[in-house]
Each structure stands twice: as C-alpha cells, then as structure tokens.
C-alpha cells in the first residue's frame, strides 16, 4: 500500500492576490499559538473580502450568494498574536456554479513559504432559492484573474 504524498508548505508566489489580517488576543489558545479553527475563519475573510473590494459580489444586495460546502487545512508552522497574517489567494477550479480557491497564510515578515495552506469551496446560488446558479459575469472575471 502507498502512502499519500504529505503536503507541502508553498512559496508566496503561488498565490496570485494578497490580504493583510491581523490576528487578536483571543485568536491564541492555552499553546500560545492561533487555534485551528480561526484559520477557516481567515480563509472565509481573505476571500469575501477579496471579492467584495473587487466588485465580484455584494453581500448585502446581491441576488448570487456564495455558501461554503468544503473547506480543508494543513498546518506547517504556528502562527500567534501579536502578529499580523498575509493571506495569499489563487483560483484552482472553476466549475459552472461553483470556485475552489485555495489559500496560504503567511506571516507578515518576509517568511516565503506559508504557514498553513487549505482550499475553501464555494457554490454560488440564489439569495432567496438557494439553488446553485450560473456564476456571474462580474465574478468570473475577477476569479479569471486569480487563476
């Protein structure tokens, strides 16, 4: 039986789109480290913010909405408050409702291989149905740019 290739920390240029997050106080736990769990929480923050600051979707307004059905981490090297986190962001998969960005999170001094990495999968649907729809033209062409 062959065991699965174990994953790799990645380089910054990778990724194709950055985003500063700072961590906080209670991002720590009783290791003195970020908790696994505040990691989704950035990678969902680095993405929507990337999109709204590109026009790609409107959260309050918008009649598409992205739900999250898959999201996955593998941590290389720990993170903790005080300091501050790049997350860096590229496109892997386009589908005809649905985007799987993968995400490396970096520390914000000049560290070139990432933290921890993970993919977070979006279906795009209707506000108010929640089936999945075609992706819009506005995001397409920001997720185009991120491939």
């Known amino acids: 039986m062959t065991s699965p290739t174990r994953p790799q ?11 500063p997050i ?11 480290h970020v908790n696994n769990v505040v990691y989704y929480s ?4 680095a993405i929507n913010g990337l999109l709204i600051d590109r026009g790609a979707i409107d959260i309050h307004a ?10 996955q ?18 496109v892997a998969h386009i589908g005809s409702s649905s985007v799987r960005y993968e ?10 291989t990432c933290a921890a990495r993970g993919h977070f999968i979006h279906v795009y649907v209707d506000r108010d149905t ?11 062409s920001v997720l185009e740019t991120l491939k």
């Open 9 to 19: 920390a990645e380089p910054r240029s990778a990724f194709k789109a950055f985003r």
């Open 130 to 140: 929640r089936r999945p729809v075609p992706l819009p033209p506005e995001l397409l």
């Open 62 to 71: 918008g009649k598409v909405i992205g739900l999250v059905i898959e999201t």
């Open 42 to 45: 950035w990678f969902d923050t």
């Open 103 to 112: 995400v490396g999170l970096f520390p914000e001094d000049a560290a070139q």
């Open 22 to 32: 700072g961590t906080r106080w209670s991002d720590n736990d009783v290791y003195g």
């Open 73 to 90: 981490c593998n941590y290389f090297a720990p993170l903790a408050f005080p300091e501050n986190v790049v997350a860096g962001i590229r």
